[in-house]
C-alpha cells in the first residue's frame, strides 16, 4: 500500500514537473486556470464567445490559456492575422485538419495527399474553370427556383428564410459539383428525435446513406461529377485509397464545400431583407449587368455587403499548431513569441 501511495506520488510530481509552465518575458500573457490539467477547458466548452470575452477584458487582444492539457494562444488583433494566415512554415493547418478528418468522418488519408488535393482544388476553382463552375451553379439556382416558383403557385409553401436558404445552396452546390441525381433518392427518417442516442444513430444513418450517393455507383458510374470531383477521385485511386475511406473523403468534400455557403446566403439576404438601402444598391448594380456576359463582371457592391455579412456574423475558430517558434507583432507595437507545441487560435469577432 505504501509503495502505491509513494508511486502515485512520484507519478504526480514527474507530471507536474513535466507540464509545470512559467510565463517567459516573450510569452502572451498566460491564464493557466484553476483546476490542474483541466485548465478553462469546462468554460471554453461551455461558452468559448463569452470566456474569451472575458479573457480579453483580463489580459487584452493576445493570451495563453491552459485547455485541457494543452496550452492554446488566443490572438484577437486583426492586423496580425495576416501574418498567421501567410505563414505555412511555423504555423500548421494539416495536423488539425487530420484529427478533425479522423473525428468527424473516421477517415485517414495519406498525409502528403493533402497538398495534392490542395493543387487539385487550384486548378479547378480558379479562372475559367471557375467560371465554368459558377455558370453551372447559376443554371442550377435558377431551374431549382423556378421550380420552386412554379410549385408555390397551386400550392403555397410557407418556410424559415434559414431552411429556404440553407436547402436551395445546398441542392444547387451538389448539383454543381457532384452532379447527377440518377439515383433514386428517396430516404425516410424518424420523424422526432428524443435523446442523444436517437439522435446520434440517425446522424450515423444519415452519413452511411451520404456515402453510398456520392460513390461512382451512387453517382451514375464514373463519370459522375464535377471535373473537380472525378480529378480527386483519380488522386484517391492513385493513392490506393480503399472504396470506403473514398466515399468518406467524398462526403467530407460535401460538407467543406456546402457547409458555410448555405449559412452564408441565410445572412446575406438577412441583411438584405432589413436594410432596403442595402437591398436597392445591390438591386441597381444587378440590373447594370448584361446577362450575356457574365464573366469578369465585376460587384464591388455585392462583394462589400457579403464581406460585411461575414464580419458580423461568421465567427470561425481559424487554429494552427505552432510547429516553429514564431514572433507575432500586435497592432500597439507589442512583440510575442509563440512556443513551438502549442496551439493558435483566432477568433475574428
Ligand atoms: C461563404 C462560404 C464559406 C465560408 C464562410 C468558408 C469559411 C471557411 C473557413 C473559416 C475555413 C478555415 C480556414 C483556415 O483555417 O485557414 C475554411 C476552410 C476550407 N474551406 Fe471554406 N468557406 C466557404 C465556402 C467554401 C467552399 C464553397 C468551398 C469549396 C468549394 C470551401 C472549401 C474549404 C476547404 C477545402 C477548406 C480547408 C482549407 C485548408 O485545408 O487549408 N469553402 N472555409
Given at each position: 500500500m505504501i509503495w502505491t501511495i509513494i508511486l502515485l506520488i512520484q507519478a504526480g510530481l514527474l507530471y507536474f514537473v513535466l507540464t509545470h509552465r512559467k510565463r517567459h518575458k516573450t510569452d502572451p500573457p498566460l491564464d493557466k486556470g484553476?483546476?490542474?490539467?483541466?485548465?478553462h477547458a469546462l468554460e471554453f466548452g461551455k461558452d468559448a464567445f463569452k470566456f474569451l470575452g472575458r479573457m480579453k477584458i483580463k489580459h487584452g487582444d493576445i493570451f495563453t490559456v491552459r485547455v485541457a492539457g494543452r496550452y492554446v494562444t488566443v490572438l484577437?488583433?486583426?492586423?496580425a492575422y495576416d501574418t498567421v494566415l501567410n505563414d505555412k512554415n511555423c504555423l500548421d493547418f494539416s495536423q488539425y485538419a487530420a484529427t478533425l478528418m479522423d473525428r468527424i468522418f473516421q477517415l485517414q488519408l495519406p498525409h502528403h495527399m493533402q497538398n495534392k488535393s490542395k493543387t487539385i482544388m487550384k486548378q479547378h476553382f480558379l479562372g475559367m474553370n471557375l467560371s465554368s463552375l459558377n455558370i453551372s451553379m447559376g443554371r442550377h439556382l435558377h431551374n431549382l427556383l423556378k421550380a420552386e416558383n412554379s410549385m408555390n403557385q397551386k400550392d403555397w409553401k410557407d418556410e424559415g428564410l434559414f431552411n429556404f436558404s440553407y436547402g436551395l445552396l445546398f441542392k444547387a452546390g451538389y448539383l454543381t459539383?457532384?452532379?447527377?441525381?440518377?439515383?433514386?433518392?428517396r430516404w425516410t427518417h424518424q420523424r422526432?428525435?428524443?435523446?442523444t442516442r436517437q439522435e446520434k444513430k440517425l446522424a450515423q444513418c444519415v452519413r452511411q446513406r451520404l456515402c453510398e450517393l456520392l460513390s461512382p455507383v451512387g453517382l451514375?458510374?464514373?463519370?459522375?461529377?464535377s471535373d473537380w470531383v472525378q480529378a480527386y477521385r483519380q488522386l484517391l485511386q492513385d493513392e490506393g485509397v480503399d472504396r470506403d475511406s473514398q466515399n468518406k473523403a467524398l462526403l467530407m468534400q460535401l460538407w467543406s464545400s456546402q457547409g458555410n455557403a448555405g449559412p452564408a446566403a441565410f445572412w446575406l439576404l438577412t441583411f438584405l431583407l432589413t436594410n432596403p438601402d442595402a437591398m436597392n444598391a445591390v438591386k441597381r448594380e444587378f440590373s447594370g449587368i448584361s446577362q450575356t456576359s457574365l464573366l469578369n463582371v465585376k460587384t464591388p457592391v455585392f462583394d462589400s455587403v457579403l464581406e460585411e455579412t461575414l464580419r458580423l456574423t461568421a465567427a470561425p475558430f481559424i487554429t494552427r499548431e505552432v510547429v516553429r517558434e514564431k514572433a507575432i507583432h500586435m497592432a500597439d507595437g507589442q512583440e510575442y513569441l509563440l512556443r513551438k507545441g502549442d496551439r493558435l487560435c483566432l477568433f475574428p469577432s
Open positions: 484553476v483546476i490542474p490539467w483541466l485548465g484577437l488583433d486583426p492586423f459539383l457532384f452532379g447527377g441525381e440518377q439515383n433514386n433518392n422526432s428525435i428524443k435523446n451514375g458510374g464514373d463519370s459522375g461529377g
